[in-house]
Each structure stands twice: as C-alpha cells, then as structure tokens.
C-alpha cells in the first residue's frame, strides 16, 4: 500500500476479529515504531505486547467510563501499551532545552502513528486510545518509575469497516506567513 493511500484510508477501528495476528505482522509493526524519528534519536519509547485475556480486561477497566474503545481492548488479539522513559527526550546534558519540557508524548505519538499505518497496510485495524487511568495501566503491567505510560493500542483484524470522517479544507488549517493570514 502506498504511503499517501494508507494516511487517507486508515480508520480507528473499535471491533475486531478474534482471528491471531502471525508474529511476522506484529514484529512488522514493531519494526515500523522502531524507524520513527525522535528527539535526538533518544527512541524513548518502550512498547508492551499484551495477549493475555485477563489482563487486556484489566486494561480496558482503567479506560475512563465514557470512553468507547473498553471492548475494543478485550476483543482485539493483541493490545500494545506505549511507554516513554522519561527525562530523555527533549532534554540537553539532563536540562530541558524546549519550552514544552519533556518531549515523549510527540516522539511516543511519532512512533504509534507509525504503528497504525503499518498495521493498515498488512490489513490489521488499530484505534489510538489515550482517555485511561495511566497510573492504574502502570500497575497493571508492572510499568517502572520514571517510565510513563502514554497510549494503549488494540491491533487486530477488523471486524466491521471505520467511520470515514469528514476533514476540514486546506483553507481552514494553513496560514501563510502569519497566524491567521490565508
């Protein structure tokens, strides 16, 4: 699948086949996440593959209440947890050098879009799940100090076709020179 195609035709997806996922798909996947680029090539990101159904039902009840991916979670053959070591990107001899702080969420979100765009293109589905209680998540998997947990990605062979949904023009996201001139 070409690059362009896989940006424009990747949905979230939230209902998966129960059908396993060969481990040459998801060590692709990982190898995708692995080639993204980071703040100084720190590669803090770290990835958890979790299979075991106990304990991606564990995960889907720190999902906040509201939040529609809890069956997602427990249905897809394989949950991938995102962590970051934190202290590493973004930062210059231990001082942060951005006025953002620690970077890891932008690397971390370089790294799991990558992930999402691999899988599309091996026919796997993935839905990018952020509203969690990470502290609960951390415990769950036994997730260190000083590493953060950031996303929790269910990867699985789609049960039902993504919602297409409607982007906005050009005209409204892109200024030229200044904010807000077009």
Do not use: Y
């Given at each position: 699948m070409e690059v362009f195609e896989a940006i424009k035709?990747?949905?979230s997806i939230r209902h998966y086949e129960s059908e396993a996922i060969a481990e040459?798909?998801?060590?692709?996947?990982?190898e995708a996440a692995r080639w993204a680029p980071s703040w100084a090539n720190t590669q803090c990101?770290?990835?958890?593959?979790?299979?075991?159904?106990?304990?991606?039902?564990?995960?889907?009840?720190?999902?906040?209440?509201?939040?529609p991916a809890?069956?997602?979670?427990?249905?897809?053959?394989?949950?991938?947890?995102?962590?970051?070591?934190?202290?590493?990107?973004?930062?210059?001899?231990?001082?942060p050098v951005t006025d953002k702080g620690d970077w890891y969420m932008?690397?971390?979100?370089?790294?799991?879009?990558?992930?999402?765009?691999?899988?599309h293109s091996l026919g796997l589905g993935t839905v990018h799940v952020g509203a969690f209680d990470a502290?609960?998540?951390?415990?769950?998997?036994n997730v260190p100090q000083g590493v953060a947990v950031v996303e929790v990605l269910p990867l699985g062979y789609?049960?039902?076709?993504?919602?297409t949904p409607k982007r906005k023009e050009l005209s409204e996201l892109?200024?030229?020179e200044n904010y807000g001139q077009k």
């Open positions: 035709t990747r949905r040459e798909k998801l060590n692709a996947v990982l990101w770290r990835f958890i593959v979790v299979r075991n159904n106990d304990t991606k039902a564990k995960l889907a009840d720190a999902l906040t209440s509201w939040n809890h069956e997602a979670i427990k249905e897809a053959p394989i949950v991938i947890v995102a962590c970051a070591e934190l202290g590493k990107s973004g930062f210059f001899q231990g001082e932008f690397d971390v979100a370089l790294a799991m879009q990558n992930i999402a765009l691999a899988a502290q609960k998540v951390a415990q769950i998997l789609p049960a039902r076709d993504g919602k892109v200024f030229r």
